[in-house]
């Protein structure tokens, strides 16, 4: 493990970089090739730490499956909506997909469920979702009474119902339900009370669910149908795009630094929102062209703007840091559910900008960042949190280095991160 890493300054970004496989796929079609009928054959698949729990989720429940991981692939043998075991007791680890999805999934079978992770995961809420299960007839809690795990089902299928859930903390509480509910024994409504945070998340897990054979009918996103006793299919080979919030630290340096860069596996033909980040950084003065699987951008002078990133939660991260090198004030507005995530991100950006100089106001769902004359050398926290080290190296596209700590926390999502940055950046 490295206690840290320092960043010389970095004069230019170019070349090409193959992205790694998204997450948020990842981790949602494990889950539907594990619900489906049939074999699923996964390619691109990311092998990080969250997805890791993914898959040891697997084996405890009995599924069955052969991995490849030096060729990122694994096929598994779906248990068409009949969990294998009857109890069981998962580590999650942080994985807030794995944790947030498998409640809901669990809810379709038989027996007693204990879902448990890392003590940071013991802080992050999932009273919602337990919520709303509980109205679809499930039997589930929070084992200690604080709204977040471990979790506790006590199950023999999932009745279904109407359930009235918030969708203002975190979209994967949706997702989870909707790729639940076609297992159900009667029709699942689920109505939203509040606004849809993260609306990308939800279309892609929507459209995979279509991708395995099941449409979701739904008034604006804000009530959803689904008819009752249905069974994904598998569509045998699934690729997994490459992960469009990885993408942002790369066209990021590019932005500032002038630099022109190309990232292969997500473009113009994505389910993922984060592809959408190379527009904010259009707006702000870089020039764009997106191809059906690759985005290209080169940098060129940036200013400021105010942007509502709630769609785009993680790359509003890169952004904040962005906006250090941009002329002007950049407010980025609607991201309360920085709070939630894999640290406090609204403290632990404010945090850390200032140390590199920035004037920072921020609230409950908004940062704002007058950046600095110069940035300032500093050594950077990142909290336990895989975004934090890979949004702030790009603070080293100033004229003095700066020095991560705890950059092995990109193992979460992104283990060659740092390899892969310093493949594309001259000093």
């Known amino acids: 493990m490295n206690d ?9 970004v170019s070349g090409t970089v193959k992205l790694p496989g998204s997450k948020s796929f990842s981790n949602r079609v494990l889950v539907l090739s594990l619900l489906a009928e049939g074999v699923t054959h996964i390619q691109n698949l990311l092998d990080s730490e969250d997805v890791r729990h993914m898959v040891g989720a697997l084996a405890k429940l009995k599924i069955s499956f052969d991995e490849n991981r030096k060729q990122q692939e694994i096929t ?4 068409g909506g009949k969990i294998p075991v009857e109890g ?7 994985a807030g997909t794995a944790m947030r999805s498998l409640t809901a999934v669990l809810s379709i079978g038989k027996g007693k469920f204990i879902l448990d992770g890392i003590p940071r995961m013991r802080q992050r809420p999932i009273q919602d979702l337990v919520d709303g299960l509980v109205q679809l007839g499930v039997h589930v809690q929070c084992i200690e009474n604080n709204n977040c795990p471990p979790v506790e089902l006590n199950v023999s299928g999932l009745p279904g119902g109407i359930a009235f859930l918030n969708g203002a903390i975190s979209s994967q509480y949706l997702s989870a339900m909707l790729m639940a509910a076609p297992y159900a024994q009667n029709m699942v409504e689920i109505v939203i009370k509040d606004k849809l945070v993260s609306l990308p998340y939800v279309q892609m897990t929507l459209n995979l669910m279509e991708r395995f054979g099941v449409c979701v009918e739904h008034d604006n996103y804000q009530k959803f149908h689904i008819q009752p006793r249905q069974i994904y299919q598998s569509p045998g080979t699934v690729y997994v795009e490459g992960d469009a919030s990885s993408a942002s630290y790369f066209l990021g ?9 190309t990232v292969m596996g997500c473009g113009a033909e994505s389910v993922q929102g984060d592809t959408q980040f190379a527009r904010v950084l259009e707006k702000m003065g870089a020039h764009v062209e997106y191809l059906p699987h690759s985005i290209q951008l080169t940098g060129h002078t940036l200013r400021g703007i105010d942007v509502d990133m709630n769609d785009m939660p993680d790359a509003a991260m890169t952004l904040a840091v962005v906006a250090l090198f941009a002329e002007g004030k950049t ?11 894999e640290s406090e991100r609204i403290t632990a950006v404010s945090t850390e900008l200032r140390k590199l100089g920035a004037q920072v106001d921020a ?5 704002s960042i007058v950046p600095p004359d110069n940035v300032s050398s500093a050594t950077i926290d ?3 949190d895989h975004r934090m080290a890979m949004a ?3 603070a080293a596209c100033g004229e003095v280095p700066i020095t991560i700590n705890n950059p092995d926390v990109v193992i979460k999502t992104f283990p060659e991160y740092f390899e892969a940055f310093s493949s594309v950046i001259s000093h």
């Not at 069981?88 to 942080?94: C, E, I, K, V």
């Open 382 to 384: 990142t909290y336990d």
């Open 253 to 261: 340096a590019a932005a500032i630094t002038g630099s022109t860069i």
């Open 392 to 394: 702030f190296s790009l």
């Open 4 to 12: 840290s890493i320092v960043l010389e300054p970095i004069r230019l």
């Open 88 to 94: 069981a007791s998962l580590f999650l680890g942080n």
């Open 363 to 367: 609230g409950n769902d908004y940062i």
């Open 76 to 79: 598994i043998t779906g248990c």
């Open 331 to 341: 407010t980025i507005r609607n991201i309360s559910n920085w709070q939630l995530k």
